[in-house]
């Protein structure tokens, strides 16, 4: 996984487990590898993914069961959807609109561009 400099490295490793999840490597019920595991495995320290997985836990992504581990709950990848959808219209969007209208590029022009990439 390569790191970008403009978000920290636990909320990237957090996304990265969220499309996972959506990709369907983990399936919701099912056990998340150790945090040793995914350390060793994202080439980051041990409490980096705590911090991920305490994150993804706030979230109600992950759930961790005592002496267990880390299990994908239920209805995770419908949170997931939900939040990344949210995130896109409140985030996204505007910026991708401001760079719009700041390019001169038309909503035609836009709506082309998507219908050929989905022909593709």
Same mark, same amino acid.
């Not at 980051?44 to 705590?50: F, K, R």
């Given at each position: 996984?390569?790191?970008k400099n403009n978000k920290p490295i636990f909320l990237q490793i957090?996304?990265?487990i969220c499309y996972e999840i959506l990709g369907g490597i983990y399936r919701e019920g099912e056990r998340m590898?150790?945090?040793r595991e995914y350390a060793a495995e994202a080439e980051? /320290?041990? /409490?980096?993914?705590?911090r991920s997985f305490d994150w993804l836990s706030q979230k109600d992504i992950i759930a961790s069961r005592r002496g267990m581990g880390y299990y994908v709950s239920l209805g995770a990848a419908e949170r997931i959807r939900q /939040?990344?959808?949210e995130a896109f219209f409140q985030e996204t969007l505007p910026e991708f609109v401001r760079q719009m209208k700041n390019l001169g590029i038309t909503g035609e022009e836009v709506e082309k561009?998507?219908?050929e990439? /989905?022909?593709e």
């Open positions: 996984m390569e790191y957090a996304e990265h590898p150790s945090v980051v /320290n041990a /409490n980096t993914i705590v /939040n990344m959808r561009q998507i219908k990439m /989905n022909d």
